[in-house]
């Protein structure tokens, strides 16, 4: 491996006259000419300071006597009486501050300890097991303590690297010709074009040398799951707690269609989490499963809850699909499997092993998409809140069922984007042969991979490896309890003030916490940070409490996660008490996004952003940075073509003229008039009737026995295509459902989407499924031209009602 850096956490600064420090310049010498550079620390501060944010080290050399210094760099104060109360060692040397942090912080870094005194008996047994060697400076010569510390430098450096990185490394180190596909062959056909020049020098040489063929042996197969493509994927099912991993190179969308296609049968019931991604639909239509749909919970914002205790019961879903017309078409009554969302978009994860116990009288199966979630393994504030916490030592006997986790792993992890995992934990009662869930695997994989891809995902689970994957969760963790105390705190500051209006954003979240140690209460705002960061117990949703605003939960059933932040805005609360002023918070991204700050989601009056490993102090210090500048300009009713001029540039006769307040309240009045926000909420709760499988919809979308139909038209239609509106991002009607009446909740709820998108251009809303007609932006859906009977949901004998369901008017259109 390259060349690395080498800590030098020692009492004598680099300067100093002292015969010791003579020793150690000399040391560092033979180090630089051995390719390592030297970061030099004279006090446990600036060493944990360079422990921090140098992660290439590889090594370090610590003084035991080591002070503790004053100052703290770059800020580091808090992080540092953090970690010092964390420590507990107010009284050992400095030294042992700093082996502390490298235990934390690192996995097998090598560490020699400069000591006093000719033993060790003074040391703690502790010690022993961090370091691997002692140095005494001026008992050997400098190029040999320099050449015991290079060799585990570069031991370390070796054993650092994960099995396909490593040998995928290893191969292009041999310099070969490529005789096999792709044709750029290591990138020269790029060199004989001038545009293919720009592309080469832009991603260069490395890159695409590692871009390779499956001829290449050596790197083993991904659909055979040999050599170390075969290692990385068993290394990262050790990792990530799974009997088997498999490593998906198309995102968590793929993970979910396969894990669909191997699970449930054409006309087999599946239970179906309402709040899915359309990639779970997709693996019904391809599979031909009869969905049944359990329901969240919802609040006042909008937000989509968990699955409440009772809905995964096993008397309430046998109750939905002894109610559900598209079971009486089932090959058995019983639902062969389930899947819901964990954790949700706005960070709502569940305690992992009541589901498991809940669904396992219901089905042998159960999917856990964590797409969002693929770091829940390494931080104690998740245990037991992921998929592959439930296995045989939680949930022992015979009704465990089997588990599967798919993770997008370069969402919240450090991949290349589309890189993904399928985790596995089986049980008896639903076996997973490796050799037939092969098969579902390379039907929706591909025989051209991208070696890069594979490396990255072998590398995203080497950093959650040991020690360093706490570390590294901890982080985003850490910034984002910063983030919410400092926006609460803000909010108390500027009401304290009384020298401008007292309004300012809100966080989602507790108002006040438990500390389980003393049974004292807290505000929010005011706990400890460590507090916050540590106990789980602290964003566990209470049952009943205000805050969350949803109903029929029970204790320690769902929690949520500190790094999915969501900002409120002022307007509504989370039981949907509506405010005479208000601001959308569509309103607000728009501004953010002159800014050049994109969130996550926005939702009518909350928007979502992600502390994700990435994060850092000065990132989120914009944003808040931004928050306060809209509310000065709010307060200021500031013109719109000074807060959002390529709003007013693109719809001058709308907007020119307008003020920030103004359009806000302006929002925020049709918000109230049109009760969009509790329309969504009737419309998520009052399922649509099924009618027919989401496959045979797909068919008639292909051999066009479909339409685009107005939503004056659509009522008592059926669905051809899923309909999901963001915000919120959850669907509202799924293929094979019908519209409803027209003073039903479906239609009302997008009528009222139609509404707003006509009197608001540039905020339009995002409607997977709908189309807008070009010259009146009038909402169309694609609904079923017409059902045979015999394809319905329906019973032979009520195929005729089914039909007529799709087509009220008995017109026959698009019969023949």
């Given at each position: 491996?390259?060349?690395g850096?080498v800590?030098f956490a020692?009492?004598?600064?680099?300067?100093s006259g002292s015969?010791g420090?003579?020793?150690?310049?000399?040391?560092?010498?033979?180090l630089e000419?051995?390719?390592?550079e030297v970061r030099?620390?004279?006090t446990s501060?600036?060493?944990?300071?360079?422990?921090?944010?140098?992660?290439?080290?590889?090594?370090?050399?610590?003084?035991?006597t080591?002070?503790?210094?004053?100052?703290?760099p770059?800020?580091?104060?808090?992080?540092?009486?953090?970690?010092?109360?964390?420590?507990?060692?107010?009284?050992?040397?400095?030294g042992?501050?700093?082996?502390r942090?490298?235990g934390?912080r690192?996995?097998?870094?090598?560490?020699f300890?400069?000591?006093?005194?000719?033993?060790l008996?003074?040391?703690p047994?502790?010690v022993a097991?961090?370091?691997?060697?002692?140095?005494?400076?001026l008992?050997?010569?400098?190029?040999?303590?320099?050449g015991?510390i290079?060799?585990?430098?570069?031991?370390?450096?070796?054993d650092?690297?994960?099995?396909?990185?490593?040998?995928?490394?290893?191969?292009?180190?041999?310099?070969?010709?490529?005789?096999?596909?792709?044709?750029?062959?290591?990138?020269?056909?790029?060199?004989?074009?001038?545009?293919?020049?720009?592309?080469?020098d832009h991603?260069g040489?490395?890159?695409?040398?590692?871009?390779?063929?499956?001829?290449?042996?050596?790197?083993?197969?991904l659909?055979?799951?040999?050599?170390?493509?075969?290692?990385?994927e068993?290394?990262?099912?050790?990792?990530?707690?799974?009997?088997?991993?498999?490593?998906?190179?198309h995102?968590d969308s793929?993970?979910?269609?396969?894990?669909?296609?191997?699970?449930?049968?054409?006309?087999e019931?599946?239970?179906?989490?309402?709040?899915c991604?359309?990639?779970?639909l997709?693996g019904?239509?391809?599979?031909?499963?009869?969905?049944?749909?359990?329901?969240?919970?919802?609040?006042?914002?909008?937000?989509?809850?968990?699955l409440?205790?009772?809905e995964?019961?096993?008397?309430?879903?046998?109750?939905?699909?002894?109610?559900?017309?598209?079971?009486?078409?089932?090959?058995?009554?019983?639902?062969?499997?389930?899947?819901?969302?964990?954790?949700?978009y706005?960070?709502?994860?569940?305690d992992?092993?009541q589901?498991?116990?809940?669904?396992a009288?219901?089905t042998?199966r159960?999917?856990?998409?964590?797409?969002?979630?693929?770091?829940?393994r390494?931080?104690p504030?998740?245990?037991?809140?992921?998929?592959?916490?439930?296995?045989?030592?939680t949930f022992?006997g015979?009704?465990?069922p089997?588990?599967?986790?798919?993770?997008?792993?370069h969402?919240?992890l450090a991949?290349?984007?589309?890189?993904?995992?399928?985790?596995?934990?089986p049980?008896?009662?639903?076996?997973?042969e490796?050799?037939?869930?092969?098969?579902a695997f390379?039907?929706?994989?591909?025989?051209?991979p991208?070696?890069?891809?594979?490396?990255?995902?072998?590398?995203?689970?080497a950093?959650?490896?040991?020690?360093?994957?706490r570390?590294?969760?901890?982080?985003?963790?850490?910034?984002?309890v910063?983030?919410r105390?400092?926006?609460?705190r803000?909010?108390?500051?500027?009401?304290a003030?009384?020298?401008?209006?007292g309004?300012f954003f809100?966080v989602?979240q507790?108002?006040?916490?438990t500390?389980p140690?003393?049974?004292?209460?807290?505000?929010?705002?005011?706990a400890p940070a460590?507090?916050?960061?540590t106990?789980?117990?602290?964003?566990?949703?209470?049952?009943?409490a205000d805050?969350?605003?949803f109903q029929?939960?029970a204790?320690g059933?769902?929690l949520l996660?500190?790094?999915?932040?969501?900002?409120?805005?002022p307007?509504i609360?989370?039981?949907?008490r509506?405010?005479?002023?208000?601001?959308?918070?569509?309103?607000?991204?728009a501004?953010?996004?002159?800014?050049?700050?994109?969130?996550?989601?926005?939702?009518?009056?909350?928007?979502?952003?992600?502390?994700s490993?990435?994060?850092?102090?000065?990132?989120?210090g914009?944003l808040m940075?931004?928050?306060?500048d809209?509310?000065?300009?709010y307060d200021?009713?500031a013109p719109?073509?000074?807060v959002?001029?390529?709003?007013v540039?693109?719809?001058?006769?709308?907007?020119?003229?307008?003020?920030?307040?103004?359009?806000c309240?302006?929002m925020h009045?049709?918000?109230?008039e049109?009760?969009?926000?509790e329309?969504?909420?009737?419309?998520?709760?009052d399922l649509?009737?099924?009618?027919t499988?989401?496959?045979h919809?797909?068919?008639?979308?292909?051999r066009?026995?479909?339409?685009?139909?107005?939503?004056?038209?659509?009522?008592?239609?059926?669905?051809?295509?899923?309909?999901?509106?963001?915000?919120p991002?959850?669907?509202v009607?799924?293929?094979g459902?019908n519209?409803?009446?027209?003073?039903?909740?479906?239609?009302?709820?997008l009528?009222a989407?139609?509404?707003?998108?006509?009197?608001?251009?540039g905020?339009?809303?995002?409607?997977?499924?709908?189309?807008?007609d070009?010259?009146?932006?009038?909402?169309?859906?694609?609904c079923?031209?017409?059902?045979?009977?015999?394809?319905?949901g329906?019973?032979?004998g009520?195929?005729?009602?089914?039909a007529?369901?799709a087509d009220?008017?008995?017109s026959?259109?698009?019969a023949?």
């Open positions: 491996m390259a060349d850096t800590l020692v009492r004598e600064t680099p300067e015969t420090a003579e020793q150690l310049r000399r040391i560092r010498k033979e000419a051995a390719g390592y030099w620390a004279s501060d600036d060493a944990r300071a360079v422990l921090r944010t140098e992660a290439g080290l590889a090594a370090a050399v610590v003084d035991w080591l002070p503790r210094g004053g100052d703290r770059w800020g580091e104060a808090a992080n540092e009486a953090e970690d010092g109360a964390k420590d507990g060692a107010g009284g050992d040397p400095g042992a501050d700093v082996l942090v490298v934390r690192f996995r097998d870094l090598p560490v300890l400069i000591t006093p005194g000719e033993d008996d003074h040391l047994l502790w097991e961090t370091v691997i060697g002692y140095i005494w400076p008992e050997d010569t400098a190029p040999f303590i320099a015991r290079a060799r585990a430098a570069r031991g370390y450096q070796e650092l690297l994960p099995p396909f990185f490593k040998a995928l490394r290893r191969f292009d180190d041999t310099h070969e010709y490529s005789w096999h596909t792709p044709a750029h062959a290591g990138g020269v056909a790029f060199l004989k074009s001038p545009v293919g020049r720009a592309f080469h991603f040489e490395r890159l695409l040398r590692s871009d390779l063929s499956i001829s290449v042996e050596e790197l083993g197969s659909f055979e799951h040999t050599g170390p493509v075969g290692e990385a068993r290394n990262a099912a050790r990792i990530f707690g799974a009997d088997r991993t498999y490593f998906v190179l995102g793929t993970c979910d269609r396969m894990v669909g296609h191997f699970s449930v049968t054409r006309d019931i599946a239970l179906v989490d309402r709040n991604h359309k990639s779970v997709h019904l239509v391809i599979s031909g499963a009869r969905p049944v749909y359990l329901v969240p919970t919802r609040n006042g914002y909008g937000l989509a809850g968990p409440p205790p009772a995964v019961g096993a008397q309430s879903v046998a109750s939905r699909i002894a109610r559900n017309p598209l079971t009486r078409g089932a090959v058995s009554p019983e639902a062969q499997y389930a899947v819901l969302t964990n954790s949700t706005d960070g709502l994860c569940y992992t092993l589901v498991a116990r809940a669904l009288p219901s042998p159960v999917h856990f998409d964590e797409a969002w979630f693929a770091y829940a390494f931080h504030l998740y245990a037991g809140r992921y998929g592959m916490a439930v296995g045989p030592g022992p015979p009704e465990r089997t588990v599967f986790s798919t993770q997008s792993t969402k919240l991949a290349l984007s589309q890189s993904a995992m399928v985790h596995v934990k049980s008896p009662r639903a076996p997973v490796h050799e037939r869930f092969n098969e390379m039907m929706h994989g591909t025989t051209s991208l070696y890069p891809m594979i490396a990255s995902l072998d590398v995203a689970a950093m959650m490896d040991g020690p360093q994957g570390w590294l969760i901890d982080e985003a963790v850490t910034e984002a910063r983030f105390q400092t926006v609460v803000t909010g108390r500051r500027i009401a003030a009384g020298d401008r209006p309004w809100g989602w507790p108002d006040t916490v500390d140690a003393t049974g004292d209460r807290l505000p929010f705002a005011d460590e507090l916050l960061r106990e789980p117990s602290c964003w566990q949703l209470e049952p009943g805050w969350h605003g029929g939960l204790e059933y769902c996660d500190p790094v999915k932040v969501t900002l409120t805005c307007g609360d989370a039981a949907g509506m405010s005479d002023r208000g601001i959308p918070a569509r309103v607000l991204t501004y953010l996004a002159t800014r050049n700050i994109v969130v996550e989601k926005t939702d009518s009056y909350t928007t979502l952003i992600l502390f490993m990435g994060i850092t102090k000065g990132k989120w914009t940075d931004a928050l306060m809209f509310k000065a300009l200021q009713d719109l073509e000074r959002l001029p390529g709003l540039e693109a719809h001058p006769r709308r907007y020119t003229g307008g003020t920030l307040q103004g359009l309240q302006e009045g049709h918000l109230r049109t009760n969009l926000v329309l969504l909420d009737t419309a998520f709760q649509p009737e099924p009618v499988p989401p496959q919809c797909y068919q008639q979308l292909i066009g026995g479909t339409e685009r139909v107005r939503l004056a038209d659509a009522a008592g239609r059926v669905a051809a295509a899923m309909v999901t509106v963001t915000p991002g959850i669907p009607l799924m293929p459902e519209t409803g009446g027209p003073d039903g909740p479906l239609l009302r709820y009528g989407l139609e509404s707003f998108d006509r009197r608001f251009p905020f339009h809303s995002e409607a997977h499924g709908v189309t807008m070009p010259d009146n932006g009038d909402y169309l859906i694609e079923v031209r017409r059902i045979p009977a015999q394809q319905s329906h019973a032979a009520e195929g005729r009602e089914a007529s369901a009220p008017a008995g026959g259109a698009g023949d």
